[in-house]
């Protein structure tokens, strides 16, 4: 489940308790859920934060949850919501990764305008190849859009590289590292505080996000991937 706190101007929703927060429908619907409560709740000029409580930023799906109930696509099908209402969301947001993000959470993560991690702990893991999975075509669209290096988008996706924070900062990946996952959480407000002063309008704010995500919407609305997405 999450939880949301709000610091004036910055909505902070936190992906809660120790465990690895797997994707499944009762997480993604708390995510979605929240999120709606954010652009309800949203001033002229806000900013989201999202982060996680213990080791794991998220594990990606919950494999397990889709072998048990045969049905892959309404995960994927959540987290396209998820990641559609990410970049329509009218103000800046921002990822605060405090522990390992793998797969489709790596993919929640790279979905925000900015995303800073800790260099304590964690790394970025793109483990389909590993897995013997085939990634999905809107999973390499968010990389497309959001790593400029090809070298590095061949690590990320043609070597399911384990990626540290710091190694993440020199390729491009994320926005700054930080020693530990307090220092993460706090440069986070402090990015999202500056981010508020600049007085944006939300609105225009996303709509300018989608015309530069345009790739990205396409990719996440286009489910001509499910005989592929289907297979366990």
């Known amino acids: 489940m999450c939880s949301l706190e709000k610091r004036g101007n910055i909505f902070i929703l936190t992906l809660t308790g120790d465990g690895e927060h797997r994707l499944n429908p009762t997480l993604l619907n708390s995510i979605k859920s929240t999120l709606h409560h954010v652009r309800q709740q949203a001033t002229t000029s806000s900013a989201l934060i999202t982060t996680a409580h213990g080791k794991f930023f998220s594990n990606g799906y919950d494999i397990n949850w889709a072998k048990s109930m045969q049905d892959m696509i309404l995960m994927d099908d959540l987290l396209r919501s998820i990641i559609s209402d990410l970049i329509s969301l009218p103000m800046p947001t921002i990822a605060a990764v405090t522990g390992h993000a793998a797969a489709a959470g790596y993919m929640l993560a790279l979905s925000h305008d900015y995303v800073l991690m800790r260099s304590d702990r964690g790394f970025l893991y793109m483990s389909e190849l590993d897995i013997k999975r085939v990634i999905p075509a809107w999973f390499v669209a968010v990389v497309d859009a959001k790593v400029g290096s090809a070298a590095a988008r061949r690590k990320i996706v043609m070597q399911a590289e384990k ?51 345009s790739n990205v919407i396409h990719a996440v609305e286009d489910t001509s991937e499910r005989k592929i997405e289907s297979k366990l």
């Open 163 to 213: 990626v540290t924070a710091k190694e993440a900062v020199r390729l491009g990946i994320v926005d700054s590292a930080h020693d530990s996952a307090d220092e993460t959480v706090e440069a986070a407000v402090v990015l999202g505080v500056d981010l508020v002063k600049r007085g944006w309008d939300g609105h225009v704010y996303a709509d300018n996000r989608k015309k530069f995500l």
